[in-house]
């Protein structure tokens, strides 16, 4: 006696009642949002080495803003501390909305003092909000340990 192949399907997964694994989206999510914080956290730890060294082109900025030297090194000890705390995952949250901050207070100083193009803090004021945003969602979301 043969079986036709449709019902042997059907029976296999008629009482099948699971639901779709949503931990691969997450994961998959998750290993970007690493890819993209690890290139942010670049990014903010030589923007502040350079304050902290005196790199001309900063101390020429802050200058034009009428800043004080130290608001210049407190803005590269932010922006370094901020760095490593996109790499650590309990602090990555905050971290990642402090420098969001940081980065809106570029844009408007840019626009208000320096002029010039406002696209990089503009664009790290977004990427790091996000970052914060996702990070703080799926540290909310996620199932309790036991």
Known sequence: MT????????SSTA??????????????LGIVLWIVQALVALNFAFAGISKLIGDQMQVDMFTTLGAEPWLRL???VCEIAGAVGLLIP????LAAAC??????GAVISTLAVIGGSVVLPLVLAV???TIAVL????????PATP
């Open 99 to 104: 420098l969001s901050l940081l980065m809106i």
């Open 15 to 28: 009482g099948d009642t699971r639901a779709p694994n949503p931990s691969g989206g997450r994961r998959a």
């Open 74 to 76: 407190v803005v590269g």
């Open 90 to 93: 309990r602090l990555t949250p």
């Open 135 to 142: 990070r703080f969602r799926m540290r909310r979301n996620r």
């Open 127 to 129: 990427v790091t909000a």
């Open 3 to 10: 079986t036709h192949p449709s019902k042997t399907n059907q």
